[in-house]
Each structure stands twice: as C-alpha cells, then as structure tokens.
C-alpha cells in the first residue's frame, strides 16, 4: 500500500492515520485465538487491574509468541511505517491492550514518546503508535481517543510522571493541558471494526475511558522507531525497551494465514 499526497498531509497535520479493515476476518481470528493465550499468562510482563485481576496490559507478544512476531513483521504494517518515517523500522516495544467486559480500566491522557524518552532514552520522536484492532471498537466500549494535531505542540514536559505505580510507565498530562489542547480542535474517538489499524506519531496525545459494556475492546499495539533513533538507555526489561534495532525484514503478505497452513 502506498501513501498518497493527501494521507502524508493528514499525517503531518493530525497525527493519525486510520485504515478500516486493513486485516481480513480470517487473519483477526487467528490474532484474537493467540490473544486470548497471551491473557492467560502470568508474570512480570502482565499488569493485571488491583480490583477485578483482569488483564490491563500484556508486554511483549512480539517476543515470545510467533503469531505476534508474524504481525510485527507484516508487510502492511512496516510498508506503511516506513512511508511515513521514510527510513527502516525496529519493533521498540509491543503491548496486548484488552479492555475486558464490564471491567476494562481507563487510560489517563498521555503521550507515548514521553516514556520512550526519558526511561529508553530515544531521542526522538521518529517513532509510531501501531494499533491494530482486534475487536470492533465503538463509542461505548472503550475506544482510543486522540486530540488531532496535538503531536505538534511536541513533548510536553510538564506531564506528571507515574513512577510505575500500576506495574507501568506513563507521563500524565494535566486537565488544564488537555483542555487547551482540545480547544484548539476536537477530540476524535477511534472507532471501527476488528482488523482496523490506526497509526499515530509518537507524540499525539491519546487516552481512553473504562468499558462498562458486555462488549470487549482489544487493541494490540506494535511501536515502531527509525533505526537511526535507538534506545540510549537499557534500564528497563526487553518486552518494554528493545536490544534489537536492526531494520524489520517484512515477511509475505499470506504470512498470517501461512502460520495456520503450518499448523494443520
């Protein structure tokens, strides 16, 4: 898939870009079973809610689960970051995101590139938020929100830093903040159905609300950066910083439905 005129500059102004169904029903059924075998995992990697023990976030599939590193490596995926950071990629780091029905937790405005900086040491924000879909996402189970054009304003340093106090790392920003950024534009929900895929700059700011719904809302996110902007500092775990910033080779575009094939 190649960029077009328009799409670089939505990128450049907004910071998003959104592809309905970039993956087919087959492939999201082959991510949803490996999902669900990645939820059931315990250990450092997986931060689990303080009331209900579900699964908040999951670190690292792309590491350890074959079916994420297919995905990690999925033409679609890097041909398009590629484009848009007009170098070759590295995988930072990867996150399983499920907002469990009737329990799935909210997350506070932030940006992603301000944990990046300063616990991994980037020095830029030549990196990307891959978020691929693995259930329908709508307006009332949860979905991703993004203020458009706030990645222009840069890092925004006055963010309150969490000191891993739910098991992760994340920069809150303030209301007063969010509030002048929105004033400025509108806040877009990121809605559509399973195998969907938003990118996002590293520095747009992006925060979601609890999921009160029968209906579950899944995201895994692959983070991506140029290999000319690699961690400086290795203070954190593999599944949260990468050691490997060599370019990601892509694999075939069948590489999903390959793994099945193998399987049988």
């Not at 670089?8 to 999902?35: C, H, K, M, W």
């Not at 994420?68 to 007009?86: K, T």
């Not at 944990?115 to 009332?140: C, K, N, Y």
């Amino acid at each position: 898939m190649q960029l077009d005129r328009e799409q670089r500059r939505q990128f450049d102004e907004q910071g998003f870009l959104f592809f309905p169904a970039l993956f087919s029903s087959d492939e999201v059924s082959i991510l949803q079973t490996a999902a669900a075998q990645i939820m059931q995992q315990n250990g450092p990697h997986v931060v689990r809610g303080p009331d209900t023990n579900a699964v908040r976030v999951a670190y690292g599939a792309h590491l350890t689960d074959e079916t994420f590193q297919r995905l990690g490596r999925h033409p679609r995926i890097i041909g398009l970051a590629e484009q848009l950071l007009d170098n070759q990629v590295y995988v930072h780091q990867s996150r399983l995101n499920p907002k469990v029905a009737f329990q799935g937790d909210l997350w506070t405005w932030h940006q992603d590139f301000a944990t990046w900086h300063d616990r991994d040491g980037l020095q830029e924000p030549h990196a990307l938020m891959i978020a691929v879909f693995l259930e329908d996402a709508t307006e009332s189970n949860g979905p991703l929100m993004v203020i458009p054009g706030s990645h222009r304003h840069g890092l925004i340093h006055e963010a309150i830093d969490n000191q891993e106090a739910e098991g992760y790392t994340l920069f809150e920003i303030s209301a007063d903040t969010i509030s002048r950024l929105a004033a400025e534009g509108v806040i877009h929900s990121q809605m559509g159905v399973a195998g969907s895929v938003l990118i996002c700059h590293s520095n747009i700011v992006h925060g979601s609300t609890t999921n009160i719904t029968p209906w579950p809302r899944t995201i895994f996110f692959i983070n991506v950066a140029a290999v000319d902007n690699p961690p400086t500092k290795f203070q954190r775990a593999e599944y949260h910083c990468a050691r490997d910033c060599s370019g990601v080779v892509p694999l075939a575009d069948d590489c999903l439905q390959e793994l099945t094939r193998t399987r049988s």
